[in-house]
């Protein structure tokens, strides 16, 4: 069965700090892996997506990180913003398609 | 240009009803999937359609339809409406089928009471 696991399930940090989330996943056939950011009552926004090829993918202060044999992912956060406070979602697509599975999110908050 | 758009925003209705979600993707865009997102289960696939054709499904029960029309907007439908359906259901859209950049709407939040 097709399984994303997210860590930490929640996480607060102080504005300016940095931060790193994780990602787990047992998924086969690997296509890709997203990162997604969830503003409360918002749909996601894309912040990166990674094939099984590039192990690095910067978005502004977002850097995501791939490691295809040991099928982890992390999302490196730099000097947090208040803005920054949201939910982190990690998909990962199966094959062709959209068929996607999702993580059940870190949700991030930063504080001054 | 205009982004995912979905309505209504919110909406109450009572066990045993049922609802009909309306979803305008990007213009441009054809492809347009449905995801279901509780807290406890997190975003669960619904359905895609590409071209008025459904080309996946998720394992949700026939409750849950879905169809896309000539000028690629979709509806999802829930008939027999189960206090558990209470969700946000968002929706996304790509340019083509199986594109990995989706763009979501902002989801309509539904209440079953």
């Known amino acids: 069965k097709n399984q994303v696991e997210q860590s930490p399930q929640s996480l607060i940090i102080l504005e300016g700090k940095n931060c790193t989330l994780q990602c787990n996943y047992t998924v086969s056939p690997f296509s890709n892996l997203r990162w997604y950011k969830q503003d409360t009552g918002r749909g996601p926004v894309s912040l990166t997506i990674m094939t099984f090829s590039e192990n690095t993918k910067s978005n502004g202060r977002y850097t995501a990180t791939l490691d295809a044999d040991t099928k982890q992912s992390s999302l490196h956060i730099t000097a947090s913003q208040l803005s920054d406070s949201a939910s982190y979602i990690c998909v990962v697509s199966a094959g062709g398609g959209n068929k996607l599975t999702f993580g059940t999110g870190t949700q991030l908050k930063v504080e001054l | 240009k205009a982004g995912v758009t979905q309505t209504p925003r919110y909406l109450i209705k009572t066990r045993g009803q049922q609802v009909t979600l309306s979803c305008s993707p990007i213009s441009g865009h054809r492809s347009v999937s449905w995801y279901q997102q509780t807290p406890g289960q997190g975003l669960q696939f619904l359905f895609e359609?590409?071209?008025?054709?459904?080309?996946n499904k998720g394992n949700f029960p026939g409750r849950f339809s879905g169809r896309q029309f000539s000028n690629s907007r979709s509806e999802m439908n829930v008939s027999t409406l189960e206090l558990g359906d209470s969700a946000l259901y968002l929706c996304?859209?790509?340019?083509?089928?199986?594109?990995?950049?989706?763009?979501f709407g902002p989801g309509t939040r539904l209440t079953v009471t």
């Open positions: 359609y590409f071209s008025e054709t459904q080309r």
């Open positions: 996304a859209s790509t340019y083509r089928e199986g594109e990995y950049e989706q763009y």
